[in-house]
Structure formats: C-alpha cells, structure tokens
C-alpha cells in the first residue's frame, strides 16, 4: 500500500514567519492530496487539498504544491500567527472517478507559531 | 448542519467487557472509515467501508468490527476490549459527489480500557 512520510515532525516559527511542511509519498498513482490541520483537542479539519492535475493551490495564506516526479508534497503556511499553532497532517490517496481509495496519513506535525 | 456524530465522545470500561462506538452521517457519504490516533502514531486506519455492505480492513484491525447495514451508519465494535486499545478514535466520510474529496471527521471518542 502507499506510505506516506512527513517532516519534521515539531516545527518552532515566530510569528509572521513562514512555515513548510513536506511530505513524501510511495504510489505514484496517488492523485489527491489533503493536508489537515487538529487543534488541541479537536477533530482534524480539511484546510487545503490539491489533485495531481494541478501544481499548486493557495488560499490566502496557506498554499500547497505537488512535485509528482519527486512524489513529494508541501504546505506552506505565510505570515504565520500563534492561532496557526496544531498539528498538521498530509494525506495521500488514487482516488478514480467515483470511486474513492483509502487515505493514507503521514504522522503529524506539531507547528507552534510563538508570538 | 452536516456532520458525522460519534457517540459517545469518552469511555471508559474494563478489559473483556464488549462495546460499540456508534457513527452516523447525514451527508449521504459512500466512504466511511475508522480511525485510531496515538501520540506520535498518527492516524492509523483500522476498518473502512466504500458502501452499504462492502467493508475492507485498514492497518490496524485487529480487535475491532465494523458493519455497513445503512449508508449513515458506521459503528465500530471492540468484541472484548484489551488496554492496548486505549485511544482517540474519529470517525470520518467522504464522497467523490462534492466539491472536495477530504474527509469531514467526528468529534472523536477517547476510550480508556482498564
């Protein structure tokens, strides 16, 4: 099955500082890319996903991009505030039509933005 | 409001003593899947299911059932719980016929096997 890694698993950022976090996959069929973010406490929230069609994605200050050669994935979070602070997870899945496949998560990042 | 509902959000119970982990959606998802997290684990997929009657095991199954009799409905059942089997666990859908294909995750279940 696909395995996904991500790293680095804690990352320190002052705030309005960048952040990146990168992630890994094995199965270079995996065309969908979900990136979600788990506040203390919380369920996990989807906040970006990119298909492998698409290089990369922004929204306001959170973008995501897609290196299919290299099988790897990014989140790049901008002008990073203490409220950015959770855990971030990536995902990976071959998702074909309607037909969804299983989602396979790499194992966190805890992000702290300091003020 | 959409959702997925777990219940119940905190448990605790004693080793052998079976118990089910309801989850329900009203979204009308195909896909639902069983998720446990540990510290430094991350999620592990334990069962999922790509529609009515059709389940699959994920990573970590062992211990665990699950049954699709309903498209809203997922539970998880831990036939006789071991300590081992202390952890978060979220219940999360998905559908190829929305605008993104992510999960929308439960409010969790923190299970404690003593």
């Known amino acids: 099955g696909e395995n996904v890694e991500q790293h680095p698993s804690t990352l320190s950022v002052q705030e309005g500082d960048s952040a990146v976090i990168k992630c890994t996959y094995s199965d270079s069929a995996s065309n969908y890319f979900p990136w979600y973010k788990q506040e203390l406490g919380k369920r996990p929230q989807l906040i970006i996903d990119i298909r492998s069609n698409v290089g990369e994605k922004k929204d306001q200050r959170i973008a995501v991009t897609l290196n299919k050669t290299a099988k790897h994935f990014s989140l790049h979070i901008t002008e990073t505030q203490p409220e950015d602070s959770a855990v971030y997870f990536c995902a990976a899945s071959i998702d074909r039509g309607s037909t969804l496949g299983r989602l396979y998560f790499g194992r966190g990042t805890q992000l702290t933005v300091w003020p | 409001e959409a959702q997925v509902t777990q219940n119940p959000r905190y448990l605790i119970t004693v080793t052998g003593k079976k118990l089910t982990v309801t989850c329900s959606q009203n979204?009308?998802?195909?896909?639902m899947s069983w998720y446990r997290q540990d510290p430094g684990l991350g999620l592990r997929q334990i069962y999922y299911s790509m529609n009515v009657e059709v389940t699959d095991k994920g990573d970590v199954p062992e211990g665990y059932k699950v049954s699709r009799k309903e498209k809203r409905n997922f539970p998880l059942i831990l036939e006789s719980p071991s300590p081992n089997q202390t952890s978060l666990y979220f219940c999360?859908?998905?559908?190829?016929?929305?605008?993104?294909?992510?999960?929308?995750f439960g409010s969790g279940t923190r299970l404690t096997v003593v």
């Open positions: 999360a859908s998905r559908s190829p016929f929305t605008n993104n294909y992510g999960y929308t």
């Open positions: 979204m009308n998802h195909e896909y």
